[in-house]
């Protein structure tokens, strides 16, 4: 009885069976990169309820952070600051600009503006600002140059290799507490002399076991 | 193993069990203790083939590569105005009252953003002192139940308050005005009263609640005339002799008297005596698992033991109509009037709500003769029985006399003794309107319903069993449209104010001198008014009316068959039926779960042929009810014991239909206990889920000698103590233990540590619900607990010692010890469960894939897995509970306790974040974390902190000679260790 396939049959399945595996290979590559955190949500830029701009507000005009995020260092929230602070100044300057029509809204009617959320952690971690702020870790680390976007987008990762390579070697992004917000610093001198003084006086010993972000 | 760990013979102490099964090795308990997995582990939820899982798993992985590139958009809604103080994600503590069967307790409300989550003991509050119990913080639980009552009805159909208000008007309050309240306690209910009263004069007022304490007050009235309310002084008894009254458990409404206990209780560097506890009392209770001497009898043979008692302490003449006398019975008498007499001044005798005023008023007499720790306050209820008071009312509604009533919360229809036939006498009043917080069988028979506020969405006030009154502020907007009592009656009867706040305030601003505002916001922020409580009095016992009284009393007949009735400690007299956290909190003592039973002696099962989950007719007080039969050791004989609340027709979805209702043979004459009940099997089944076989601690697979019983709650006696006060660690003797892994120094930073007193320990359960509420523990159902997946975190176990028919009772409550050479850690694949440096078993959810070998190699049974998304179906108003703080646990995840992670990680940030701010060193003040188990405890038996630090309280606790780590011989070196317990028994009763 003749052979039903010919011996070039098999060559044919080896090769095929190598791309399929190749192709299997190519495709779990593929997905690794694409689903990984830096590729999915670092660069995430939402266009927000009303045009704010970091840019002029923190770098050309130098408000410092904590005059809108004033609870950065008393709670593990840097929360969103009500409408009334916007209205702060708002109230004379551009009292009656166009783009500004939501907070004034908001003010009116006490509905809140909608801002849409950037920088999220999943509901498993427990990230407190208070913790890393009075520490001397400053904004810059994790949220970038904010004074320089126009429209806030995610700077870093956020995800937990990104998280524990700070924690296992924190040296490098130490400053004074009192310059966190100071997002230009440059440090005079080597960073990481600066950041073991500051581990030895503040006695700075981040957690890397489970229970220290995970509840 | 066995033949290396040496169980030491001379110390092994009596046998522990924690069934019948267990005693009798009974083949059942046999298939339920060798099964690797409880049967049906491998189940799922809905019996889906397998061919379905493949699809459905087909499915979302299919779904899984849509969506996993979609990042989903949330929003972050900021305030419009800025509040004052106001940081999201912090937690805000608010003092206020909870009130159950009118005593109040000061509780702290721990607040996310405006949102109640937590309820806490007020630790200023002087019955309180920072402590609460299972019922208290389940109510929260009850506040945001999906099931309450959202609108008003008319004739039980949906109407609105628009139409109330208008056709309230109509209401004629001249004539046949009633308004039936629960039992009054609030001063600015009693003020709101006194307005309407005024204005109404014919109108009558009526306050009746199913659990209340009418006996005991109508048996100071007896013995000192009316409005006194007694208050023995436990901490300062020695020797105590409690009447059918468990004090310890469901029976005191406030924490103050198990704390009070406890300290007598207290062994230490300071105490080296404890007091002494006698209880005379048909159900075993927790009371009676905590005596050193108990007597069992049937709850109407107990008036005749304090006859018998007064008559051998000589404060009541011979020759009244008591009982004969067995042996026991005898040299028990004996040996406790001997005992009483000698600890003058320190010897108290206390009677329970279920005993008649007699054998108050004998209690009071002897508590006299004896100079008995007592005070005295002028009482801080109304003085009616409320008893007497329904039954006249219900006449009145029956003959027409009541056209207008009024029902200030309570649920009368179902909770009114039957005789008084309180549904149908409502149906003949013209107009009913009902407050409630539920559409219960009230709600849906009065003419209008209308939704009531919770205790923690509205103003009010409310006193303590000693006068001190602490005033409610609400934590939330009525979440449903409610109102309170006081506003409801403001708005009926045209008050100047119909707002609770107004109300309340006008009323203290009248009460206060002084700075009126500094008091009232004193008040507010301490939960305690300044000088409220009721000043002491001195009330002369009148001897002469309680001996006439005593003479009186017509003989117990003594034969029969008896039944009574108790509050549930889980459903309380049912308003808690709808609230899944009691539901699935075993009973402290039959650990039934989901619904109740009867309980029967053991010998008493027998005589009749009963067998567990029988279900049988009980007919008594002229109905009859049909209940499945659990049978109890150290029940008395010949009688039946049965737990109110249960089998509620209408309340919503958790509670109605589970369980029997046993108010259909509750009757203003047998309103506790009833003679001359016939018992008879249906012969039907039913099957009780009952927790109490569940999570052995012992190795049963191995072949392992019959006398091999490992120590797991060790006691002793006083004596032996005093003999060998390193009795509980000598009870195993085992060669030096060494691991393969060499021991890893914890010897730098926090060490966090537990010890649990089971000297102190009363079983009480506050401890399980402080942790299901603070942790986001789901509630399962009675279906899968019966499977063995409920999900507490900590569980109080229960042995018995001794005699089915005497035994002796310990409870313990076992959560993760915290072990530093983790068996759990050791076994997982994927290092879910890994050991941080200060000692804590760590579980990162996120990371575990469900194999469950840690919890099969935990030798402590604390870990529990979640077979399902157990909070897939829960509704918005209900993830409101959830504590923010604590990961809410997906399917196919291990869990278990943390010794609150959550609040260690809080703390230690708090800590240092002031530290480095100030420049100073971290500094860890004891109390400064503490868990939430330890928080809720009565007893002041949990101990947590770092042992590293020898001031602490734990630390002290580990240092005390009768410390023991359970199973030690395991060299798994737990973080939670134990204190054994003791007990004082008389030597003359030996």
Redesign the interface.
């Known amino acids: 009885m003749p052979a039903i396939f010919s011996r070039s049959a098999d060559l044919i399945l080896k090769l095929g069976g190598l791309v399929v595996g190749a192709g299997l290979m190519a495709g779990v590559g593929l997905y690794s990169y ?2 990984h955190p830096r590729v ?2 670092t660069g ?1 830029q ?1 266009e927000q309820p009303v045009p704010y701009s970091h840019k002029l507000h923190a770098g050309t005009m130098g408000m410092d952070c904590t005059y809108c995020h004033y ?1 950065v260092t ?4 840097a ?7 916007c209205m702060n100044c708002h109230k004379q300057v551009k009292a009656k600009s166009e783009k500004l029509a939501p907070v004034r809204a ?2 009116e ?9 950037i920088h ?1 952690l ?3 971690v ?1 990230f ?1 600002h ?2 890393h702020v ?2 001397g870790v400053s904004c810059v680390s994790c949220h970038g140059r904010v004074d320089q976007m126009v429209e806030v987008r995610q700077h870093e990762p956020l995800n937990m290799a990104w998280c524990i390579s700070c924690h296992r070697n924190p040296a490098a992004r130490l400053r004074p ?1 009192h310059l966190v917000t100071k997002l230009d610093w440059v440090p005079d001198r080597d960073a990481e002399v600066i950041g073991k003084e500051i581990i030895a006086a ?2 700075i010993n981040p ?1 890397v ?4 972000c ?2 | 193993m066995s033949k290396l760990i040496q169980i030491n013979p001379t110390q092994t102490g009596p046998k522990y069990w924690r069934s019948l099964g267990e005693l009798y090795n009974k083949p059942e308990f046999r298939d339920w203790v060798d099964s690797e997995f409880a049967g049906g582990a491998a189940e799922t939820l809905d019996q889906g083939s397998r061919r379905n899982v493949l699809k459905l798993m087909a499915a979302s992985f299919g779904l899984a590569g849509l969506t996993a590139c979609r990042r989903p958009e949330e929003k972050i809604l900021p305030h419009s105005k800025g509040l004052e103080g106001f940081i999201p994600g912090k937690p805000d503590r608010y003092a206020s009252a909870y009130t159950l069967s009118g005593v109040a307790s000061g509780i702290l409300v721990e607040t996310y953003d405006g949102r109640p989550t937590k309820i806490d003991g007020n630790d200023k509050h002087p019955t309180s002192f920072g402590a609460s119990t299972a019922l208290t913080q389940a109510s929260i639980l009850s506040m945001y139940d999906p099931d309450r009552s959202k609108e008003v009805l008319k004739g039980g159909v949906p109407s609105s308050w628009k139409a109330f208000t208008e056709g309230s008007k109509s209401v004629n309050p001249g004539e046949g005005l009633a308004i039936l309240s629960e039992i009054n306690n609030s001063p600015s209910l009693t003020a709101m009263k006194q307005f309407v009263m005024g204005k109404y004069p014919n109108a009558r007022w009526v306050e009746y609640e199913p659990v209340n304490y009418g006996g005991a007050a109508a048996g100071s009235a007896l013995a000192f005339g009316a409005g006194v309310d007694a208050h023995p002084q436990f901490d300062k008894a020695k020797v105590i002799l409690s009447l059918d009254y468990d004090f310890l458990g469901i029976d005191s409404p406030t924490t103050l008297v198990t704390r009070q206990f406890a300290q007598g209780r207290r062994i230490d560097e300071h105490a080296e005596t404890m007091n002494r506890l006698y209880i005379a009392e048909g159900q075993f209770s927790l009371t009676g698992a905590m005596a050193d001497h108990r007597l069992r009898m049937k709850v109407s043979e107990v008036k005749s033991f304090a006859m018998q008692l007064g008559e051998a302490l000589g404060v009541l003449p011979a020759g009244l109509n008591v009982l004969g006398n067995t042996d026991k019975k005898t040299k028990f008498l004996n040996a406790l009037a001997k005992d009483l007499k000698a600890n003058q001044g320190a010897a108290l005798v206390v009677a329970g709500p279920r005993q008649p005023a007699v054998v108050h008023a004998i209690a009071h007499l002897i508590n006299s003769s004896l100079g008995a720790p007592v005070v005295f306050t002028k009482s801080a209820t109304g003085g009616e029985d409320p008893v007497a008071a329904i039954k006249a009312l219900a006449a009145d509604m029956s003959s027409g006399a009541v056209s207008t009533l009024v029902i200030l919360g309570g649920n009368p229809v179902f909770t009114a003794p039957a005789d008084t036939q309180f549904g149908a006498a409502l149906a003949k009043v013209k107009t009913s309107i009902h407050l409630g917080l539920e559409l219960d069988e009230t709600a849906k028979a009065a003419s209008w319903h209308v939704p009531q506020a919770h205790t923690l969405e509205c103003w009010g006030d409310g006193s303590a069993i000693d006068g001190t009154v602490t005033i409610q502020q609400p934590m939330i907007e009525p979440l449903y449209g409610g109102k309170s009592a006081i506003e409801l009656l403001a708005m009926l009867f045209g008050a100047p104010s119909a707002k609770g706040f107004e109300i309340v305030k006008n009323y203290w601003m009248s009460a206060f001198t002084g700075d009126k505002e500094a008091a009232w916001r004193t008040a507010l922020h301490d939960g305690v008014v300044a000088g409220s409580a009721s000043a002491e009095l001195k009330p002369g016992a009148d001897a002469g009316r309680v001996k006439a009284a005593a003479a009186a009393e017509p003989k117990a007949s003594g034969s029969g068959f008896e039944v009574s009735f108790y509050p549930s400690a889980t459903c309380y007299d049912g308003r808690y039926a709808n609230n899944g956290w009691m539901q699935e909190c075993p009973d402290p003592m039959t650990k039934i779960i989901w619904g109740n039973a009867a309980l029967v002696s053991p010998k008493t099962a027998r005589d009749k042929g009963f067998k567990d989950d029988d279900m049988v007719k009980i007919n008594a007080n002229g109905g009859s009810i049909t209940i499945p039969v659990m049978v109890q050791p150290g029940m008395a004989d010949n009688a039946v014991w049965l737990n109110l609340g249960y089998g509620r027709r209408s309340i919503g979805r958790v509670g109605e239909g589970v369980g029997v209702n046993v108010y259909p043979i509750r009757t203003t004459g047998g309103f506790w206990f009833a003679e001359g009940a016939t018992v008879e099997k249906t012969g039907e089944t039913f099957s009780i889920a009952t927790t109490q076989e569940y999570h052995r601690m012992e190795e049963p697979t191995l072949p392992i000698p019959t006398n091999f019983k490992r120590p797991i709650v060790r006691e002793a006696t006083l004596e032996e103590y005093k003999k060998n006060p390193k009795f509980a660690e000598e009870m195993v003797e085992h060669p030096p233990l060494n691991s393969i892994y060499g021991d890893w120094k914890y010897d730098k930073g926090f060490q966090w540590g537990m010890a649990i007193d089971l000297n102190a320990c009363t079983g009480c359960n506050a401890c399980i619900i402080a942790c299901q509420s603070e942790n986001n523990i789901p509630i399962v159902g009675k279906k899968e607990v019966m499977r063995g997946r409920e999900m507490h975190w900590i569980r109080m176990d229960r042995y018995y010692t001794g005699t089915e028919d005497d035994p002796q009772a310990v409870t313990q409550p076992v959560n993760c010890q915290q072990c530093e050479n983790a068996p759990c850690e050791n076994v997982c694949p994927v290092a879910a469960t890994v050991h941080s440096p200060e000692g804590l078993n760590d579980m990162a959810y996120n990371r575990c894939v469900g194999t469950r070998y840690c919890a099969n190699n935990c030798p402590y049974k604390v870990r529990r897995f979640n077979f399902f998304n157990w909070h897939k179906n829960i509704t918005e108003v209900e993830k409101m509970v959830h504590n923010p703080d604590v990961s809410v646990r997906m399917r196919g995840v291990m869990e278990k306790c943390t010794y609150c992670t959550q609040r260690i990680s809080q703390g230690k940030i708090q800590l240092k974040a002031d530290a480095r701010r100030a420049g100073k060193a971290v500094e860890l003040k004891d109390g400064y974390i503490t868990t939430a188990c330890q928080d809720a405890c009565p007893a002041e038996a949990i101990a947590f902190g770092n042992i590293l630090d020898p001031e602490s309280k734990v630390a002290k606790m580990k240092k005390q000679e009768r410390n023991y780590a359970m199973l030690a011989e395991l060299n798994v070196k737990p973080r939670t260790t134990y204190l054994a317990k003791l007990r004082n028994p008389n030597p003359e009763l030996a």
């Open positions: 694409a689903s999915q949500d995430y939402p609870t008393k709670a593990g929230f929360a969103i600051p009500p409408t009334e602070v908001s003010y009617t006490g509905k809140p503006v909608e801002w849409l959320k999220k999943p509901d498993y427990y407190n208070q913790a009075v520490s507490a503040k006695n957690p076991n489970c229970s220290g995970h509840r």
